[in-house]
């Protein structure tokens, strides 16, 4: 949907995870092996993937200032049980949060929140205001006041409509 570049370092996994689904033509990308494959998704572990997913994007509504598309678990309550260690580069002594156990899938969002955090990137992860699709992108104006995932598509869709409205 957006020709943005992709969300900065681990917040990649966030994002691509967020946009697995086109809400505009219903097509998810969970539905597929080869979608599962990209997230090393069981099929029995696919519709606590869209829990995630889907709490996740009402996070990323937040971000943007927008209410959630619908009702949710809070994503707090899913990271919550997450098992994260400290982990400690060797070589140069960095430390980062990363999963106690590398398969589960909300595990390693844990870790790529709590890098995001680290970082201060995890507020311009946001979700596109625009109902038809809540695509999540990464947010790299100045101010950090995106709206849309694509100003060519979903801006001049919104534009256009307070055009006609008037």
Request: glycine content about 8%.
């Amino acid at each position: 949907m957006s020709e943005r570049s992709a969300a900065p370092g681990a917040l990649a996994l966030v994002e691509s995870l967020v946009n697995t689904v086109d809400l505009e033509s219903g097509s998810d990308a969970l539905d597929t092996a080869e979608g599962r494959a990209r997230f090393g998704l069981a099929q029995h572990e696919v519709e606590q993937a869209r829990e995630l997913r889907e709490s996740l994007r009402a996070t990323l509504l937040a971000h943007a200032g927008h209410p959630p598309h619908r009702a949710v678990t809070p994503l707090g309550r899913l990271l919550a049980g997450a098992p994260l260690v400290v982990t400690v580069d060797e070589r140069d002594g960095t430390a980062a949060l990363a999963p106690a156990d590398r398969g589960p899938l909300v595990s390693r969002v844990a870790a790529a929140v709590a890098d995001a955090l680290v970082e201060g990137t995890w507020a311009r992860l946001k979700a596109c205001e625009a109902a038809t699709c809540h695509w999540a992108y990464y947010d790299r104006s100045p101010a950090g006041r995106g709206r849309w995932c694509s100003m060519q598509v979903c801006g001049a869709r919104a534009k256009m409509r307070r055009y006609r409205a008037k």
